[in-house]
Protein backbone atom coordinates (compact mmCIF):
# COMPACT_ATOMS: atom_id res chain seq x y z
CA UNK A 1 0.00 0.00 0.00
CA UNK A 2 1.75 3.39 -0.63
CA UNK A 3 2.34 6.21 1.49
CA UNK A 4 -0.03 9.02 1.02
CA UNK A 5 2.65 11.15 -0.11
CA UNK A 6 3.12 8.46 -2.98
CA UNK A 7 -0.40 8.99 -3.79
CA UNK A 8 -0.85 12.50 -3.53
CA UNK A 9 2.35 12.47 -5.90
CA UNK A 10 0.33 10.40 -8.39
CA UNK A 11 -2.44 12.86 -8.33
CA UNK A 12 -0.32 15.86 -8.79
CA UNK A 13 1.75 14.26 -12.06
CA UNK A 14 -1.49 13.15 -14.06
CA UNK A 15 -3.04 16.77 -13.20
CA UNK A 16 0.80 18.12 -14.29
CA UNK A 17 -0.17 15.93 -17.39
CA UNK A 18 -3.66 17.16 -18.27
CA UNK A 19 -2.92 20.66 -17.61
CA UNK A 20 -0.50 21.08 -20.12
CA UNK A 21 -3.14 20.49 -22.51
CA UNK A 22 -5.04 23.35 -21.54
CA UNK A 23 -2.14 25.57 -21.84
CA UNK A 24 -2.51 26.66 -25.56
CA UNK A 25 -6.37 27.46 -24.83
CA UNK A 26 -5.66 30.53 -21.69
CA UNK A 27 -4.99 33.32 -24.04
CA UNK A 28 -8.53 32.77 -26.01
CA UNK A 29 -10.40 31.77 -23.05
CA UNK A 30 -9.57 35.06 -21.38
CA UNK A 31 -10.71 37.14 -24.13
CA UNK A 32 -13.86 35.01 -24.83
CA UNK A 33 -14.99 33.49 -21.79
CA UNK A 34 -17.88 31.39 -23.93
CA UNK A 35 -15.07 29.33 -25.52
CA UNK A 36 -14.80 26.81 -22.31
CA UNK A 37 -17.59 24.99 -23.98
CA UNK A 38 -15.35 23.81 -26.55
CA UNK A 39 -13.24 22.78 -23.59
CA UNK A 40 -15.23 20.20 -21.93
CA UNK A 41 -13.53 17.32 -22.93
CA UNK A 42 -10.10 17.91 -22.38
CA UNK A 43 -9.35 15.90 -19.29
CA UNK A 44 -8.49 18.32 -16.65
CA UNK A 45 -11.73 20.43 -17.44
CA UNK A 46 -14.02 16.80 -17.33
CA UNK A 47 -11.91 15.75 -13.96
CA UNK A 48 -13.01 19.32 -12.06
CA UNK A 49 -16.38 18.58 -13.55
CA UNK A 50 -16.83 15.03 -12.65
CA UNK A 51 -14.59 14.22 -9.34
CA UNK A 52 -16.19 16.25 -7.02
CA UNK A 53 -19.66 14.86 -7.74
CA UNK A 54 -19.54 12.31 -4.45
CA UNK A 55 -18.81 8.38 -4.89
CA UNK A 56 -22.91 7.88 -4.55
CA UNK A 57 -23.65 9.60 -7.72
CA UNK A 58 -20.40 9.65 -10.08
CA UNK A 59 -19.53 7.55 -12.95
CA UNK A 60 -16.44 6.32 -11.73
CA UNK A 61 -13.21 7.99 -9.83
CA UNK A 62 -10.08 8.62 -11.46
CA UNK A 63 -7.45 5.91 -10.91
CA UNK A 64 -4.12 6.63 -11.26
CA UNK A 65 -1.32 4.33 -10.44
CA UNK A 66 -4.31 1.91 -8.91
CA UNK A 67 -5.11 4.53 -6.51
CA UNK A 68 -8.83 5.90 -6.56
CA UNK A 69 -9.46 9.65 -6.02
CA UNK A 70 -12.67 11.37 -5.99
CA UNK A 71 -11.26 15.18 -5.05
CA UNK A 72 -13.75 14.51 -1.58
CA UNK A 73 -11.07 15.72 0.81
CA UNK A 74 -9.40 18.92 1.01
CA UNK A 75 -5.81 17.76 0.66
CA UNK A 76 -6.81 15.69 -2.53
CA UNK A 77 -8.53 19.18 -4.16
CA UNK A 78 -5.47 21.19 -2.88
CA UNK A 79 -3.16 19.09 -5.00
CA UNK A 80 -5.73 19.10 -7.96
CA UNK A 81 -6.46 23.19 -8.33
CA UNK A 82 -2.93 23.92 -7.41
CA UNK A 83 -1.52 21.97 -10.57
CA UNK A 84 -4.32 23.07 -12.51
CA UNK A 85 -4.14 26.75 -11.37
CA UNK A 86 -0.35 26.51 -12.60
CA UNK A 87 -2.17 26.26 -16.07
CA UNK A 88 -5.13 28.76 -16.03
CA UNK A 89 -6.84 29.42 -12.39
CA UNK A 90 -9.59 30.92 -14.04
CA UNK A 91 -10.06 28.30 -15.96
CA UNK A 92 -11.01 25.79 -13.17
CA UNK A 93 -13.26 28.16 -11.71
CA UNK A 94 -15.12 27.97 -15.05
CA UNK A 95 -16.33 24.70 -15.32
CA UNK A 96 -19.48 22.99 -15.01
CA UNK A 97 -19.96 21.12 -12.04
CA UNK A 98 -20.67 21.25 -8.31
CA UNK A 99 -18.13 23.27 -6.92
CA UNK A 100 -18.90 25.30 -3.90
CA UNK A 101 -22.27 24.83 -4.77
CA UNK A 102 -21.96 21.35 -4.10
CA UNK A 103 -20.34 21.81 -1.22
CA UNK A 104 -22.79 23.62 0.47
CA UNK A 105 -25.10 21.04 -0.94
CA UNK A 106 -23.22 18.13 0.59
CA UNK A 107 -23.41 20.04 4.35
CA UNK A 108 -26.96 21.02 3.84
CA UNK A 109 -28.74 18.91 1.43
CA UNK A 110 -31.25 16.37 2.01
CA UNK A 111 -31.58 13.13 -0.29
CA UNK A 112 -34.16 14.58 -2.40
CA UNK A 113 -32.31 17.93 -2.62
CA UNK A 114 -28.58 16.02 -3.75
CA UNK A 115 -30.86 13.46 -5.88
CA UNK A 116 -31.96 17.04 -7.79
CA UNK A 117 -28.63 18.57 -8.11
CA UNK A 118 -26.38 15.76 -8.41
CA UNK A 119 -28.87 14.57 -11.23
CA UNK A 120 -29.03 17.61 -12.94
CA UNK A 121 -25.46 17.66 -13.21
CA UNK A 122 -25.03 14.33 -14.64
CA UNK A 123 -27.46 15.17 -17.16
CA UNK A 124 -25.24 17.17 -19.21
CA UNK A 125 -22.86 19.87 -18.68
CA UNK A 126 -24.44 22.47 -16.23
CA UNK A 127 -22.77 24.99 -14.39
CA UNK A 128 -23.92 25.97 -10.90
CA UNK A 129 -23.05 29.10 -8.81
CA UNK A 130 -22.53 30.19 -5.31
CA UNK A 131 -24.13 33.99 -5.09
CA UNK A 132 -23.66 35.08 -1.13
CA UNK A 133 -22.05 38.83 -1.82
CA UNK A 134 -24.63 42.19 -2.67
CA UNK A 135 -23.54 45.18 -3.62
CA UNK A 136 -22.19 47.38 -0.30
CA UNK A 137 -22.22 43.84 1.67
CA UNK A 138 -19.41 41.99 0.21
CA UNK A 139 -17.21 41.60 3.58
CA UNK A 140 -20.20 42.13 5.71
CA UNK A 141 -22.42 39.37 4.08
CA UNK A 142 -24.44 38.47 7.71
CA UNK A 143 -26.04 41.66 6.40
CA UNK A 144 -27.58 41.11 3.22
CA UNK A 145 -31.04 42.07 2.44
CA UNK A 146 -31.92 39.60 -0.59
CA UNK A 147 -35.35 38.09 1.33
CA UNK A 148 -36.71 34.70 1.32
CA UNK A 149 -40.43 35.04 2.51
CA UNK A 150 -43.24 32.18 1.82
CA UNK A 151 -45.39 32.53 -0.97
CA UNK A 152 -49.26 33.44 -0.25
CA UNK A 153 -50.48 30.99 -1.89
CA UNK A 154 -47.98 28.91 -0.11
CA UNK A 155 -45.80 25.53 -0.97
CA UNK A 156 -43.08 28.29 -2.29
CA UNK A 157 -41.07 30.85 -1.25
CA UNK A 158 -40.20 34.24 -3.15
CA UNK A 159 -36.72 35.15 -3.69
CA UNK A 160 -36.47 39.50 -3.96
CA UNK A 161 -33.07 41.09 -4.35
CA UNK A 162 -29.67 40.93 -5.89
CA UNK A 163 -26.17 39.37 -5.77
CA UNK A 164 -23.02 40.69 -7.36
CA UNK A 165 -19.49 39.48 -8.36
CA UNK A 166 -21.24 36.12 -8.85
CA UNK A 167 -18.87 33.40 -10.24
CA UNK A 168 -20.32 31.97 -13.20
CA UNK A 169 -23.22 33.54 -12.94
CA UNK A 170 -24.44 34.20 -16.24
CA UNK A 171 -24.10 30.51 -17.65
CA UNK A 172 -25.22 28.57 -14.44
CA UNK A 173 -28.17 25.92 -14.69
CA UNK A 174 -27.85 26.16 -10.83
CA UNK A 175 -27.25 28.69 -8.48
CA UNK A 176 -26.98 28.54 -4.44
CA UNK A 177 -28.48 31.46 -3.64
CA UNK A 178 -28.53 32.88 0.26
CA UNK A 179 -31.28 34.99 1.46
CA UNK A 180 -33.22 36.18 4.96
CA UNK A 181 -35.75 34.49 6.17
CA UNK A 182 -35.92 36.37 9.28
CA UNK A 183 -33.12 38.92 11.63
CA UNK A 184 -29.32 38.11 12.33
CA UNK A 185 -26.74 35.80 11.56
CA UNK A 186 -29.15 32.72 11.91
CA UNK A 187 -32.11 34.13 9.76
CA UNK A 188 -30.17 33.61 6.73
CA UNK A 189 -30.32 30.68 4.77
CA UNK A 190 -29.73 29.03 1.11
CA UNK A 191 -32.23 27.90 -1.41
CA UNK A 192 -31.67 25.91 -4.32
CA UNK A 193 -32.30 28.26 -7.87
CA UNK A 194 -33.37 26.45 -10.89
CA UNK A 195 -31.69 29.84 -13.21
CA UNK A 196 -34.62 29.11 -16.03
CA UNK A 197 -37.33 30.61 -13.30
CA UNK A 198 -39.10 33.72 -14.49
CA UNK A 199 -37.45 36.67 -12.36
CA UNK A 200 -33.74 34.97 -12.27
CA UNK A 201 -31.51 37.38 -14.27
CA UNK A 202 -27.69 37.46 -14.89
CA UNK A 203 -25.82 40.21 -16.45
CA UNK A 204 -21.54 39.87 -16.62
CA UNK A 205 -19.31 41.99 -15.47
CA UNK A 206 -16.39 42.92 -17.16
CA UNK A 207 -12.98 42.10 -15.43
CA UNK A 208 -9.13 42.65 -14.75
CA UNK A 209 -8.12 38.85 -13.60
CA UNK A 210 -9.90 35.88 -13.61
CA UNK A 211 -11.81 36.92 -16.87
CA UNK A 212 -12.79 33.44 -17.75
CA UNK A 213 -14.98 32.93 -14.61
CA UNK A 214 -17.31 35.47 -15.66
CA UNK A 215 -18.36 37.38 -12.94
CA UNK A 216 -21.97 38.57 -13.04
CA UNK A 217 -24.87 40.54 -11.07
CA UNK A 218 -27.52 38.62 -10.55
CA UNK A 219 -30.72 40.56 -10.30
CA UNK A 220 -33.70 38.07 -8.16
CA UNK A 221 -37.28 39.50 -9.31
CA UNK A 222 -39.68 37.49 -7.16
CA UNK A 223 -38.19 34.18 -8.12
CA UNK A 224 -40.25 31.44 -6.96
CA UNK A 225 -38.70 28.39 -5.12
CA UNK A 226 -40.12 25.24 -3.86
CA UNK A 227 -39.92 24.99 -0.14
CA UNK A 228 -38.37 21.12 -1.12
CA UNK A 229 -35.07 23.61 -2.81
CA UNK A 230 -34.75 25.33 1.06
CA UNK A 231 -31.43 23.62 2.33
CA UNK A 232 -31.07 22.49 5.70
CA UNK A 233 -34.35 22.55 6.29
CA UNK A 234 -34.34 18.91 7.84
CA UNK A 235 -31.58 20.06 10.01
CA UNK A 236 -31.48 21.55 13.97
CA UNK A 237 -32.16 25.23 13.48
CA UNK A 238 -28.21 26.27 14.67
CA UNK A 239 -27.15 24.13 11.35
CA UNK A 240 -29.49 25.01 8.85
CA UNK A 241 -27.41 28.80 7.50
CA UNK A 242 -24.12 29.22 9.01
CA UNK A 243 -23.18 26.23 9.87
CA UNK A 244 -22.92 25.00 6.08
CA UNK A 245 -21.39 27.94 4.59
CA UNK A 246 -18.73 28.18 7.06
CA UNK A 247 -17.70 24.21 6.36
CA UNK A 248 -17.90 25.45 2.68
CA UNK A 249 -15.53 28.41 3.06
CA UNK A 250 -13.19 26.37 4.91
CA UNK A 251 -12.84 23.48 2.19
CA UNK A 252 -12.82 26.44 -0.13
CA UNK A 253 -10.24 28.77 1.52
CA UNK A 254 -7.41 25.87 1.17
CA UNK A 255 -8.65 25.30 -2.45
CA UNK A 256 -7.83 28.92 -3.04
CA UNK A 257 -4.97 28.98 -1.42
CA UNK A 258 -3.68 26.25 -3.56
CA UNK A 259 -4.54 27.88 -6.50
CA UNK A 260 -2.41 31.10 -5.08
CA UNK A 261 0.41 28.61 -4.42
CA UNK A 262 0.18 27.42 -8.13
CA UNK A 263 -0.24 31.12 -9.52
CA UNK A 264 3.07 31.40 -7.88
CA UNK A 265 4.77 28.09 -8.84
CA UNK A 266 3.89 29.14 -12.64
CA UNK A 267 5.28 33.16 -12.85
CA UNK A 268 8.16 31.76 -10.64
CA UNK A 269 9.02 28.93 -13.02
CA UNK A 270 8.31 31.29 -15.82
CA UNK A 271 11.05 34.00 -15.00
CA UNK A 272 13.27 31.13 -14.42
CA UNK A 273 13.19 29.97 -17.67
CA UNK A 274 13.29 33.48 -19.14
CA UNK A 275 16.27 34.73 -16.87
CA UNK A 276 18.36 31.88 -18.17
CA UNK A 277 21.88 33.31 -16.88
CA UNK A 278 20.67 34.87 -13.85
CA UNK A 279 23.19 37.11 -11.92
CA UNK A 280 23.83 36.06 -8.47
CA UNK A 281 21.45 38.59 -6.96
CA UNK A 282 18.50 37.71 -9.12
CA UNK A 283 19.20 33.76 -8.60
CA UNK A 284 19.32 35.10 -4.76
CA UNK A 285 15.99 36.59 -5.26
CA UNK A 286 14.42 33.22 -7.87
CA UNK A 287 15.75 30.67 -4.47
CA UNK A 288 13.36 33.05 -2.00
CA UNK A 289 10.51 33.28 -4.57
CA UNK A 290 11.01 29.21 -4.71
CA UNK A 291 11.31 29.23 -0.39
CA UNK A 292 7.93 31.16 0.33
CA UNK A 293 6.07 29.09 -2.15
CA UNK A 294 7.53 25.86 -0.38
CA UNK A 295 6.24 27.22 3.01
CA UNK A 296 3.39 28.58 1.62
CA UNK A 297 2.11 25.10 -0.06
CA UNK A 298 3.26 23.19 3.26
CA UNK A 299 0.65 25.74 5.14
CA UNK A 300 -1.96 24.88 2.77
CA UNK A 301 -1.47 20.99 3.13
CA UNK A 302 -1.66 21.56 6.67
CA UNK A 303 -4.68 23.39 6.77
CA UNK A 304 -6.47 20.92 4.69
CA UNK A 305 -5.35 18.16 6.63
CA UNK A 306 -7.17 19.86 9.75
CA UNK A 307 -10.28 20.51 7.70
CA UNK A 308 -10.26 17.13 6.99
CA UNK A 309 -10.02 16.17 10.59
CA UNK A 310 -12.59 18.93 11.63
CA UNK A 311 -14.56 20.48 9.13
CA UNK A 312 -15.39 23.33 11.58
CA UNK A 313 -11.91 24.31 12.28
CA UNK A 314 -11.55 26.76 9.59
CA UNK A 315 -8.46 29.18 11.54
CA UNK A 316 -5.30 27.83 9.41
CA UNK A 317 -7.39 27.75 6.12
CA UNK A 318 -8.16 31.28 6.57
CA UNK A 319 -4.26 31.82 7.41
CA UNK A 320 -3.10 29.78 4.02
CA UNK A 321 -5.80 31.72 1.82
CA UNK A 322 -4.27 34.98 3.48
CA UNK A 323 -0.32 33.44 2.52
CA UNK A 324 -1.03 32.53 -0.45
CA UNK A 325 -2.96 35.20 -2.17
CA UNK A 326 -0.16 37.46 -0.83
CA UNK A 327 2.37 35.38 -2.18
CA UNK A 328 0.56 34.92 -5.71
CA UNK A 329 0.42 38.85 -5.71
CA UNK A 330 4.25 39.52 -4.45
CA UNK A 331 5.63 36.34 -6.89
CA UNK A 332 4.07 37.63 -9.83
CA UNK A 333 5.15 41.39 -9.61
CA UNK A 334 8.34 40.07 -8.74
CA UNK A 335 8.96 38.32 -11.49
CA UNK A 336 7.55 41.11 -13.90
CA UNK A 337 9.98 43.16 -12.44
CA UNK A 338 12.70 40.50 -12.86
CA UNK A 339 11.80 40.83 -16.63
CA UNK A 340 12.28 44.67 -17.14
CA UNK A 341 10.08 47.31 -17.46
CA UNK A 342 8.03 46.40 -20.59
CA UNK A 343 7.08 42.46 -19.35
CA UNK A 344 3.25 43.21 -19.03
CA UNK A 345 3.52 43.64 -22.45
CA UNK A 346 6.07 41.27 -23.64
CA UNK A 347 4.92 38.29 -21.52
CA UNK A 348 1.14 38.58 -21.94
CA UNK A 349 1.07 34.95 -19.84
CA UNK A 350 2.80 36.36 -16.70
CA UNK A 351 0.77 39.65 -17.14
CA UNK A 352 -2.38 37.41 -16.83
CA UNK A 353 -1.17 35.60 -14.07
CA UNK A 354 -0.31 38.52 -12.04
CA UNK A 355 -3.77 39.80 -12.96
CA UNK A 356 -5.24 36.51 -12.18
CA UNK A 357 -3.32 36.98 -8.63
CA UNK A 358 -5.17 40.27 -7.86
CA UNK A 359 -8.43 38.66 -7.97
CA UNK A 360 -8.06 35.93 -5.80
CA UNK A 361 -7.64 38.89 -3.02
CA UNK A 362 -11.45 39.02 -2.78
CA UNK A 363 -12.33 35.55 -3.77
CA UNK A 364 -14.19 33.76 -0.23
CA UNK A 365 -13.36 36.90 1.87
CA UNK A 366 -10.18 39.68 1.52
CA UNK A 367 -6.98 39.35 3.18
CA UNK A 368 -8.64 41.50 6.20
CA UNK A 369 -11.40 39.37 6.91
CA UNK A 370 -9.09 36.35 6.60
CA UNK A 371 -6.97 38.26 9.45
CA UNK A 372 -9.80 38.60 11.49
CA UNK A 373 -11.28 35.01 11.08
CA UNK A 374 -7.28 33.98 12.19
CA UNK A 375 -7.44 36.23 15.12
CA UNK A 376 -10.73 35.26 15.99
CA UNK A 377 -9.98 31.18 15.10
CA UNK A 378 -6.81 31.61 17.83
CA UNK A 379 -8.53 32.98 20.66
CA UNK A 380 -10.71 30.60 20.24
CA UNK A 381 -8.03 27.99 20.36
CA UNK A 382 -8.52 26.68 16.54
CA UNK A 383 -5.62 25.93 14.32
CA UNK A 384 -4.08 23.85 17.09
CA UNK A 385 -5.52 20.29 17.01
CA UNK A 386 -4.00 19.24 13.48
CA UNK A 387 -1.53 21.68 12.78
CA UNK A 388 1.44 19.43 14.43
CA UNK A 389 0.29 16.49 11.70
CA UNK A 390 3.29 18.27 9.64
CA UNK A 391 3.96 18.07 5.97
CA UNK A 392 6.42 15.45 5.70
CA UNK A 393 9.06 16.43 4.38
CA UNK A 394 9.13 16.34 0.58
CA UNK A 395 10.06 17.92 -2.67
CA UNK A 396 6.99 17.99 -4.64
CA UNK A 397 7.78 17.52 -8.80
CA UNK A 398 9.06 20.39 -10.68
CA UNK A 399 9.01 22.96 -7.78
C1 LIG B 1 -12.84 36.80 -9.00
C2 LIG B 1 -13.94 36.94 -7.98
C3 LIG B 1 -14.85 35.91 -7.83
C4 LIG B 1 -15.89 36.03 -6.90
N1 LIG B 1 -16.82 35.03 -6.81
C5 LIG B 1 -17.89 35.19 -6.00
C6 LIG B 1 -18.92 34.20 -5.99
O1 LIG B 1 -18.87 33.20 -6.73
N2 LIG B 1 -19.98 34.40 -5.17
C7 LIG B 1 -20.10 35.50 -4.37
O2 LIG B 1 -21.08 35.59 -3.65
N3 LIG B 1 -19.13 36.46 -4.36
C8 LIG B 1 -18.03 36.32 -5.15
N4 LIG B 1 -17.06 37.30 -5.20
C9 LIG B 1 -17.21 38.49 -4.36
C10 LIG B 1 -16.28 38.52 -3.17
O3 LIG B 1 -16.70 37.56 -2.22
C11 LIG B 1 -16.28 39.96 -2.60
O4 LIG B 1 -15.63 40.77 -3.55
C12 LIG B 1 -15.60 40.04 -1.28
O5 LIG B 1 -16.39 39.42 -0.30
C13 LIG B 1 -15.34 41.50 -0.87
O6 LIG B 1 -16.51 42.21 -0.92
P1 LIG B 1 -16.54 43.65 -1.66
O7 LIG B 1 -15.96 43.49 -3.03
O8 LIG B 1 -17.91 44.20 -1.54
O9 LIG B 1 -15.49 44.55 -0.83
P2 LIG B 1 -15.78 45.28 0.55
O10 LIG B 1 -16.43 44.37 1.52
O11 LIG B 1 -16.46 46.58 0.26
O12 LIG B 1 -14.30 45.56 1.04
C14 LIG B 1 -13.52 46.66 0.51
C15 LIG B 1 -12.25 46.75 1.34
O13 LIG B 1 -12.60 47.02 2.71
C16 LIG B 1 -12.01 46.05 3.57
N5 LIG B 1 -12.90 45.75 4.71
C17 LIG B 1 -14.24 45.52 4.65
N6 LIG B 1 -14.73 45.29 5.89
C18 LIG B 1 -13.67 45.35 6.75
C19 LIG B 1 -13.51 45.16 8.16
N7 LIG B 1 -14.55 44.86 8.94
N8 LIG B 1 -12.28 45.29 8.67
C20 LIG B 1 -11.20 45.60 7.89
N9 LIG B 1 -11.30 45.79 6.56
C21 LIG B 1 -12.50 45.66 5.98
C22 LIG B 1 -11.80 44.82 2.71
O14 LIG B 1 -10.75 44.02 3.19
C23 LIG B 1 -11.45 45.43 1.36
O15 LIG B 1 -10.08 45.74 1.31
C24 LIG B 1 -16.00 37.20 -6.10
C25 LIG B 1 -15.07 38.23 -6.25
C26 LIG B 1 -14.05 38.12 -7.18
C27 LIG B 1 -13.07 39.26 -7.34
Known amino acids: MRQPRERLALLRGQVREWAADVLPYAAELESDPGTVRRMLDLPLLSGVATLQIPPEYAPAPLVVGRERFDLRTALE???????????????????PGPDMAGSLVDALGDRAQKDWFYGRLLERPTWTCFAMTESERGSDATSMATSLTPSAEGGSLLLRGGKRFVGNAVRAGIAVVFARMSPG??????????????????EPIPTMGLRAIQLGAVTLDAVQVPEEHLLG??????????WGWLRTFHVWRTVLAAMGVGIAAAAHAYARRERRTPSPRVREQLDAMDQRIRSARQLTHRAARTVDADPSDGTLACAAKLAASRLADRTTREALALLGPGARLDHPALDKMARDAQGLEFMEGTSNMQRLSVFNGVM????????????????????
Open 77 to 95: RVVFFEEGARADAGLLLSV
Open 185 to 202: PLGIRAVLVDTAAPGFAA
Open 233 to 242: RHLPAIRQGM
Open 380 to 399: RGGGQSHADAAEPAQRPAGT
